[in-house]
């Protein structure tokens, strides 16, 4: 008898964070299942959990698979020509020289991003386009993050950068704000958006009604932002993942 692949175990990563209050199931960008629950809750129960959405899991697994040929189909595939970073209006040729150097170096220069060394290698030219999307980000967004702070009296402690698979930012409760480097890829009323509503977690560090309030205060159109939020990881190119 041939076994049913729709009755097989569902693969699932667990993450246990210490702020959430449900247990949450998500599907990244690249179609793996996220099941993520507060610190006290039984694991045991989390399986179940996992088969009682096996419908809802499937769907979800289809439309990112979906976003994914979209993705593949607005950016190609492979390395690109070009970097389009709409948060700060810009867009730069990728030139790759090959040298006999070992590894990729990604420098920017004049409105052309050169990438140089071992160029010949995919995964070290990719590795090179991140850390330089990070380093621009920094750049970037941190200024946008002390300029917003100042302007609207929001008082952080410091201001980090990285590429996060998932989330676009985060605030800790000592006032760090974390956000991701794929921010360069959105428009800059959406990088506000998000850097705003890290910002309003420094008073508020849940989603209750008061945070919402006070983000509504500093964004009165932040539930139009929210939702264009959802619908813009086809802006993000595949090497940046």
């Known amino acids: 008898m041939t076994p049913d692949p729709t009755s097989a175990p569902i693969a699932y990563t667990l993450r246990v964070s210490p702020r959430a209050k449900h247990v949450r199931i998500t599907v990244t960008r690249a179609a793996e299942v996220v099941v993520t629950i507060p610190k006290r809750f039984a694991q045991r129960r989390v399986p179940a959990i996992v088969e009682a959405r096996r419908a809802w899991i499937a769907r979800a697994l289809t439309r990112a698979a979906a976003r994914a040929e979209a993705i593949r189909a607005e950016h190609g595939d492979g390395l690109p020509a070009t970097v389009t970073l709409r948060a700060t209006g810009e867009s730069l040729a990728v030139a790759y020289r090959a040298s006999a150097a070992e590894g990729v170096i990604a420098r920017e220069s004049r409105g052309m991003l050169a990438l140089s060394g071992a160029t010949h290698d995919g995964a070290a030219c990719t590795a090179a386009l991140r850390r330089w999307l990070v380093r621009r980000a920094h750049a970037h967004l941190g200024q946008v993050v002390s300029e917003l702070a100042a302007a609207r009296g929001f008082t952080i402690s410091r201001v980090r950068v990285g590429l996060q698979r998932s989330r676009w930012g985060s605030c800790s409760p000592r006032g760090t704000v974390s956000l991701n480097a794929k921010l360069l890829f959105l428009p800059p009323e ?25 983000l509504a205060e500093h964004d009165p159109a932040f539930e139009r932002h929210r939702r264009a939020l959802r619908d813009v990881e086809r802006l993000v190119p595949p090497w940046a993942s």
């Open 190 to 214: 959406l990088v506000r958006y998000v850097i705003l509503h890290e910002l309003c977690h420094t008073q508020a560090m849940d989603h209750s009604a008061r945070f919402w309030a006070i």
